[in-house]
């Protein structure tokens, strides 16, 4: 029979209980509080969100070498070697947060991140810019700079197939601010990029969906069962909001999703699905969101999925016609 011996706390916390290591947990910092002041910082330098692929493309041949972007693919490697933007690297969104995947990235260039749509591009667009890059995603993805169907490999926003005719409402719900914040423990480091890549690595590892369509969460919000609806946020402007939103949906434009009181609306226990306009802001927020520690899913395509309604849109949804173009790959 084994015998255990009383060892001491600061012992059991080295060797374990059962003689296995156990990692401290890190209580110099609240890990929470640095992820969700680094978002703030970057959301509240007001950044543009996205830039078009026209102006990347002139960008990169302007012959102006000051402003050339440092253009990233986070596509996966086989897409990537199909045709990317002439130059890209390649950095797959769900690796971008791992140790040393950034080490290369350059601090005094304004760094252009691409997708397929433009769904993950945001998400390994937020990670870099709460890390302190210059980061900017391309509107639209790879669907934007080139036709080619093969390129593309996913398929581009299609107003007959992707969009629906569901039911929108006017009404202001606030929403309130009594939740307490996530319990964010990921590292036993003290350093705050260090925490940041840890809790977004822990995100993105974790393989969760980065989207949902407007067809599953109508699905769940009608099925009859009020335990799977989730707490729906739209991050557009509140008077884009007023026009009509999502039923049930609170408004927390994308820019002060990481403002305290803000947060205090959102419980850290459910699920949240966040809606923007074409799905691009929604996926800054909603990357913002998960790295903090919430359980957050981003409407794929934004509002112009769930509605026909212009006037609830506010903006014209990806058109292939106006939207796309035919530039070079390599």
């Not at 940041?196 to 769940?220: C, K, M, N, V």
């Amino acid at each position: 029979m084994k015998r255990y011996f009383a060892v001491g706390t600061a012992a059991l916390l080295v060797i374990g209980i059962i003689g296995c290591p156990v990692t401290p947990p890190n209580t110099e910092k609240d890990q929470f509080e640095v992820v969700r002041a680094a978002f703030a910082d970057y959301f509240g330098s007001d950044p543009a969100g996205t830039i078009s692929a026209a102006d990347v493309f002139e960008a990169i041949n302007d012959t102006d070498e000051a402003n050339q972007p440092y253009v990233v693919s986070v596509r996966a490697a086989d897409a990537y070697d199909i045709g990317h933007v002439p130059g890209a690297v390649n950095i797959p969104w769900r690796t971008i947060a791992q140790a040393g995947a950034t080490t290369d990235l350059p601090t005094d260039r304004k760094i252009v991140v691409y997708c397929y749509t433009g769904h993950t591009g945001a998400v390994a667009t937020a990670y870099l810019a709460a890390q302190g890059f210059d980061a900017v995603n391309m509107k639209f993805g790879m669907t934007a700079w080139t036709r080619d169907a093969d390129v593309r490999v996913a398929s581009a926003f299609d107003d007959a197939t992707d969009s629906h005719d569901y039911a929108v409402e006017t009404t202001d719900n606030p929403g309130t601010a009594d939740h307490a914040f996530p319990v964010l423990d990921v590292t036993t480091s003290t350093d705050d990029t260090e925490i940041i890549r840890a809790a977004a690595d822990a995100y993105l590892s974790a393989g969760t969906a980065p989207t949902i369509s407007a067809a599953d969460l109508f699905e769940l919000l009608n099925d009859g069962d009020d335990s799977n609806d989730p707490v729906i946020v739209s991050v557009r402007a509140p008077d884009h909001y007023a026009l009509g939103h999502i039923p049930g949906a609170i408004n927390i434009p994308w820019k002060t999703i990481a403002d305290e009181n803000n947060l205090k609306k959102l419980p850290a226990d459910a699920s949240i699905v966040v809606y923007c306009y074409t799905g691009h802001t929604g996926g800054l927020a909603t990357t913002a969101l998960n790295v903090m520690g919430y359980h957050a899913t981003n409407l794929k395509f934004g509002i112009m999925s769930w509605t026909q309604n212009a006037e609830v849109r506010v903006i014209a949804p990806f058109s292939d016609e106006t939207d796309s173009h035919d530039y070079p790959v390599e």
